[in-house]
């Protein structure tokens, strides 16, 4: 489904990809992990076509995503790819359903259809009794289904996470991480997560270990 090969990205003098080769398959739910500063979330951007790499290509299903302009690759991700933040990214002054129905309206999903679906997300996630309610009004664990709703309301085929669950208590992280394999087992989706939590990682599908910008293990 996603293949990266030969990813080189630098940062001035700092090389921080140094020839990432790694593939994807569908409906996998893959962790990767490392140390800070190994390369986990400039390669995860890269995947996710937020950042261009100096060398080597992204394939979705065949697609050489380097070779769309920029407002195509937008389009592309907009469609195909869901993202979720540590800190939520939450738009403050929209409810929880405004803030999900935001990349459907982006889309071009009329607005009824678009409350439509996102009502149902949200409902799904736990969350039909909060829809009017904003950012501010939410706990930690409620924001963070709303901005996983947010990521899958145009049903991407990818679904790429950055430490996820990293501002969570322990409820609310392990809510998070069994919720990440409901979501595949009912829509299909595929997982990228960066983490630095082991318990997300032994449960994944795959872990893939970064150091030193090379990826070093794979099981």
Same mark, same amino acid.
């Given at each position: 489904?996603?293949?990266?090969?030969?990813?080189?990205?630098?940062?001035?003098?700092?090389?921080?990809?140094?020839?990432?080769?790694?593939?994807?398959?569908?409906?996998?739910?893959?962790?990767?992990?490392?140390?800070?500063?190994?390369?986990?979330?400039?390669?995860?951007?890269?995947?996710?076509? +937020?950042?261009?790499?100096?060398?080597?290509? @992204?394939? #979705?299903?065949? &697609?050489?995503?380097? !070779? $769309?302009?920029?407002?195509? +690759?937008?389009?592309?991700?907009?469609?195909? @790819?869901? #993202?979720?933040? &540590?800190?939520?990214? !939450? $738009?403050?002054?929209?409810?929880?359903?405004?803030?999900?129905?935001?990349?459907?309206?982006?889309?071009?999903?009329?607005?009824?259809?678009?409350?439509?679906?996102?009502?149902?997300?949200?409902?799904?996630?736990?969350?039909?009794?909060?829809?009017?309610?904003?950012?501010?009004?939410?706990?930690?664990?409620?924001?963070?289904?709303?901005?996983?709703?947010?990521?899958?309301?145009?049903?991407?085929?990818?679904?790429?996470?950055?430490?996820?669950?990293?501002?969570?208590?322990?409820?609310?992280?392990?809510?998070?991480?069994?919720?990440?394999?409901?979501?595949?087992?009912?829509?299909?989706?595929?997982?990228?997560?960066?983490?630095?939590?082991?318990?997300?990682?032994?449960?994944?599908?795959?872990?893939?270990?970064?150091?030193?910008?090379?990826?070093?293990?794979?099981?």
């Amino acid at each position: 489904m996603i293949r990266a090969s030969g990813i080189l990205k630098s940062y001035g003098d700092l090389k921080v990809l140094k020839g990432i080769d790694l593939e994807v398959k569908e409906k996998e739910v893959v962790t990767i992990v490392g140390a800070s500063g190994a390369g986990k979330t400039t390669l995860l951007q890269i995947i996710g076509t +937020l950042d261009r790499p100096d060398d080597g290509k @992204i394939l #979705f299903n065949g &697609q050489d995503v380097s !070779l $769309l302009s920029s407002r195509a +690759l937008a389009a592309f991700r907009n469609r195909h @790819i869901g #993202f979720v933040f &540590q800190f939520h990214q !939450l $738009l403050p002054e929209f409810t929880a359903l405004e803030n999900v129905c935001i990349p459907a309206l982006i889309a071009g999903t009329p607005k009824g259809e678009a409350e439509e679906r996102a009502t149902s997300l949200l409902s799904f996630l736990g969350m039909g009794e909060r829809l009017d309610h904003k950012p501010s009004q939410l706990s930690g664990g409620e924001q963070q289904r709303v901005a996983v709703a947010r990521a899958i309301i145009n049903s991407p085929s990818v679904i790429l996470a950055d430490e996820p669950s990293g501002n969570l208590d322990t409820e609310n992280k392990k809510e998070l991480h069994n919720l990440f394999f409901r979501l595949r087992d009912t829509f299909g989706h595929t997982f990228i997560i960066v983490t630095h939590d082991p318990q997300l990682a032994s449960m994944s599908d795959r872990t893939i270990r970064i150091k030193d910008g090379l990826i070093t293990n794979d099981t």
